[in-house]
């Protein structure tokens, strides 16, 4: 079998598996929107197409405006990186295939070819198209215009490559997000450090070369995408066989019982269950320490720098104390997905296990508030304001959060990473991100134009203090409406197990 | 502990999966369930666990009505899969886990554990595995071992001589077995194999296209022949 029969086989199939995934109809609102801001930013783009070359004349006008855009080669892959995070991640389910006489590596290249093909590569081409016609086209033709627009989307599928190498890095272990932040400081160093801007020289002259068809701009990027093609397959071939064999904990050496626990009953169990979830499991494992690492990244940056100031200093506040929580219970009962009929045979275990998971992201708010200490002292923002957003976080936000237990119906794989990968965005999990982090923002305007500064953090401290006080009610009620879906979201469970 | 299904009926699509009038399992029966792949019998357990939702009417343990309360669930243990087990935690510690949720002390756990020796084989205890290293047929012994650990009254075992080496098979027939005669406990265990299920169960339902169609008697062995020609094995 070529490698493109079973890359349109694996793309079928694909297709289906997404079709007919028990969340599909509950996911079609969040695809509407999906097609909605894809349609909106493509409008945007084009606006900004369209705009570039008046404005990059106006302001270097000694330049042709492509010549502007070429130097910028450097920046839009970095943005493009960083977008690709908001992307749905493709399914790399292939397990079903191993089997198959096919070669892996050529399995492997079939899911590459996926990622470099998928239609989200051609985003930026919204910039460039009517950026390349209104300034290309009166020098160089048409040709000019189509070698342009194919190097930049060579550019852009190895950026694709790259972007799939770090993701596959991190999904191993989630330190690996300091290669990419490494890689561009690197770039940005090279740029400013060293004389004549060599990163801006050379992509210009990259898409000079694009435009005159030259051979070896072309041949540069072909290049690079043959390292991080030859670079994924051997970390597939590498992580794919790791993860087939199960090695790294058939024998463990020590096995960690947390049993100070042991003293706070039922829920203290679960506390354990849930610290055993957390450290025994690479996927959650891996969101833990992402959410900690942001957390505690966002937070230094404020306690010890000047990047972030005014407003952001508040939205960044009210983002780490809920980010934790956001990452952590976001996903709630979607591992529990795993083992939710051995959960649901014992008496009211889940009511235990929420209570446990609440507990715990209460003790987690400790940390921001620790940390956020520095810039307290530094005069940056007020004990009030810190106190008064970690009480409304762990009261209204933590409640609001929590409300996924009964919504969630889609079962996340504890350790497969390189063989599986869900999608498990749902309409109700963003509304409650949206929520967690502009809500605390939008509530605290709304009670300073009541209350003034002051006035508004006293209230949302009673707010929080409120939800606290109150959460053993909350709890039950929400574990009764779990209990209520729980048909449902148990069938849709197993269906994605 | 009796198990009264009352008019239940549940339907996957237009296929329907259990479809039973009126049924009783008796306090203390030992009752094997047998029928061909796809005549309904793990959802039947999985409607009595409440595990699914019935499309129509009721599955009752004692007073207790299965998906109104969660009464029952004290004094039933159960294994039907994988799904059952935390399998990031060693069997120790599920054991240990399962335990708290019943009010058994960790010596009463260990005084248990010592009567699923022979069955665990040296395989199972002691090993610094998590649950999800073991082989299939060791996690079944591990789901068969957490549903009995806790002495319930109604134990329902889906296809527990799945995965088990002859030896195993052998023992947990005897086990289940003493188990009913010891404590009175009501046992359900649904099972392809004719030979085991004719060996423990004094009573045995036929299942076929979602009904009970034959509720036989099995007084040392006489079922065995209306089985063999029910299931055309020669």
């Not at chain 1, 983002?319 to 709630?332: K, R």
């Not at chain 1, 005069?379 to 009030?384: C, F, Y």
């Not at chain 1, 939800?467 to 469970?493: D, T, V």
Request: glycine share 6%; aromatic share 14%; charged share 20%.
């Amino acid at each position: 079998m070529n490698l493109l029969t079973l890359y349109r086989i694996i793309d079928k199939n694909k297709n289906k598996e997404e079709r007919r995934n028990p969340s599909f109809d509950s996911n079609r609102v969040v695809k509407f929107l999906g097609y909605f801001m894809v349609v909106y930013f493509a409008a945007f783009f084009v606006f900004l197409g369209v705009m570039f070359p008046a404005m990059f004349r106006e302001i270097v006008p000694g330049m042709e405006p492509y010549h502007i855009m070429n130097q910028g080669f450097a920046y839009l892959l970095m943005l493009d990186f960083l977008s690709r995070f908001l992307y749905p991640s493709l399914s790399k389910d292939m397990k079903p295939y191993l089997l198959l006489p096919v070669r892996k590596s050529q399995l492997v290249s079939a899911f590459l070819l996926r990622t470099g093909l998928r239609l989200m590569n051609l985003m930026w081409m919204f910039i460039f198209v009517p950026f390349a016609a209104l300034t290309l086209f009166k020098f160089f033709g048409i040709g000019g215009i189509l070698m342009y627009l194919i190097g930049i989307w060579l550019l852009i599928v190895m950026n694709s490559l790259w972007y799939q190498l770090c993701r596959t890095l991190i999904a191993e272990s989630p330190w690996a997000y300091f290669l990419p932040v490494a890689v561009f400081a690197v770039l940005l160093l090279a740029e400013f450090a060293l004389p004549g801007l060599p990163i801006s020289r050379f992509t210009m002259e990259l898409g000079e070369g694009f435009i005159m068809g030259e051979a070896w701009a072309f041949a540069a990027v072909l290049a690079g995408i043959a390292l991080f093609y030859v670079a994924n397959l051997a970390l597939y071939g590498k992580y794919l066989y790791l993860e087939l064999s199960r090695h790294n904990d058939t024998q463990v050496k020590h096995v960690r019982e947390y049993r100070f626990l042991e003293k706070f009953g039922e829920v203290g169990e679960y506390l354990k269950l849930e610290l055993k979830l957390d450290t025994r499991n690479k996927v959650p494992r891996n969101q833990l320490v992402m959410g900690l690492i942001f957390m505690i990244g966002f937070t230094a940056a404020i306690a010890y720098t000047n990047i972030y100031d005014g407003f952001m200093t508040h939205y960044i506040c009210v983002y780490n104390f809920a980010v934790f929580a956001v990452m952590n219970l976001g996903q709630i009962m979607s591992f529990e997905g795993n083992y939710i009929d051995g959960l649901m045979t014992r008496k009211e275990s889940v009511y235990s296990l929420i209570c446990a998971k609440y507990y715990l992201n209460l003790i987690v708010l400790v940390i921001p508030f620790l940390m956020f200490l520095v810039p307290v002292f530094n005069g940056k923002m007020t004990l009030l304001m810190i106190v008064s957003l970690m009480t409304f976080t762990a009261g209204f936000v933590m409640w609001m959060i929590l409300q996924l237990t009964a919504f969630n119906k889609t079962t996340v794989p504890l350790n497969v990473t390189m063989t599986r990968s869900k999608k498990t965005n749902s309409l109700p999990q963003m509304i409650v991100v949206m929520g967690a982090f502009g809500l605390p923002l939008l509530i605290e305007s709304g009670l300073k134009v009541l209350f003034g500064t002051d006035g508004a953090f006293i209230a949302m401290l009673l707010i929080g203090l409120g939800f606290i006080i109150s959460h053993r009610w909350w709890l039950k009620r929400i574990y009764r409406r779990f209990m209520k879906r729980r048909y449902e979201n148990m069938e849709s469970f197993r269906a994605c197990r | 502990m009796t198990i009264t299904i009352n008019n239940l009926k549940k339907c996957f699509g237009s296929k329907v999966a259990v479809d039973i009038d009126n049924y009783e399992v008796h306090s203390g029966d030992l009752l094997g369930l047998v029928g061909n792949n796809g005549a309904g019998k793990t959802t039947l357990f999985r409607c009595i666990l409440d595990l699914l939702k019935a499309d129509e009417g009721s599955v009752m343990i004692n007073e207790f009505c299965v998906s109104e309360t969660e009464e029952w669930k004290h004094f039933t243990g159960s294994h039907i899969d994988e799904g059952f087990l935390i399998d990031y935690l060693t069997p120790e510690e599920y054991f240990d886990l399962l335990g708290k949720f019943y009010g058994l002390t960790k010596e009463v756990i260990a005084e248990r554990l010592t009567k699923f020796e022979r069955f665990m084989g040296g395989e199972i205890m002691g090993q610094k595995k998590y649950i999800r290293n073991f082989s299939a047929g060791n996690k079944q012994k591990i789901g068969i071992v957490s549903a009995l650990l806790h002495h319930p009254q109604l134990v329902i075992l889906d296809e527990p001589f799945n995965f088990l080496d002859p030896s195993s098979q052998s023992i947990i027939k005897h086990l289940l077995k003493e188990y009913n005669q010891e404590t009175g406990a009501t046992i359900l265990v649904s099972s392809h194999n004719l030979n085991h299920t004719v060996d423990i169960c004094p009573r045995i339902a036929l299942m076929e296209s979602g009904k009970i169609i034959r509720d036989i008697q099995n007084i040392e062995g006489s079922a065995e022949k209306e089985l063999e020609d029910y299931f055309n094995v020669e």
